[in-house]
């Protein structure tokens, strides 16, 4: 089994910039595409996007294209979430997870998850 911890999330201004880190351990993490989702209070489970096993693919929601970038360093078993020009709408507490199905979607099944780390944008 794969075990994902986020961290970074923090309280910020709209407009601000954050960087999130999903670090994994266990067998196989570099081989496996990453999906970011996050919740808002009151609300579902949204996707942001995912990332290929290289890094090669990503993917991007509308709300967040331009805005966010991730990338990963499967040396340090590691993918980032960087987060620009945030708004009051992306406060949310944001998860990382993991397939072992190939392919950067946001539709596929998500096999492994983080606990989450909070995002709080203040307008």
């Known amino acids: 089994q794969v075990q994902l911890v986020e961290s970074g999330g923090g309280l910020v201004q709209a407009g601000d910039s954050l960087r999130l880190s999903c670090t994994a351990s266990?067998?196989?993490?570099?081989?496996?595409?990453v999906g970011w989702f996050r919740q808002a209070p009151g609300k579902g489970r949204d996707c942001v996007g995912a990332?290929?096993?290289?890094?090669?693919?990503?993917y991007y929601v509308d709300s967040v294209k331009g805005r966010f970038t991730m990338s990963r360093d499967n040396a340090k078993n590691t993918v980032y979430l960087q987060m620009d020009s945030l708004r009051s709408e992306d406060t949310a507490v944001y998860y990382c997870?993991?397939?072992?199905?190939?392919?950067?979607?946001?539709?596929?099944?998500?096999?492994?998850w983080g606990q989450g780390t909070q995002v709080a944008v203040s307008s």
């Open positions: 266990g067998r196989g993490f570099s081989n496996y595409p």
């Open positions: 997870a993991a397939k072992r199905t190939n392919g950067a979607t946001c539709t596929a099944k998500y096999d492994y």
């Open positions: 990332i290929s096993w290289s890094g090669g693919t990503t």
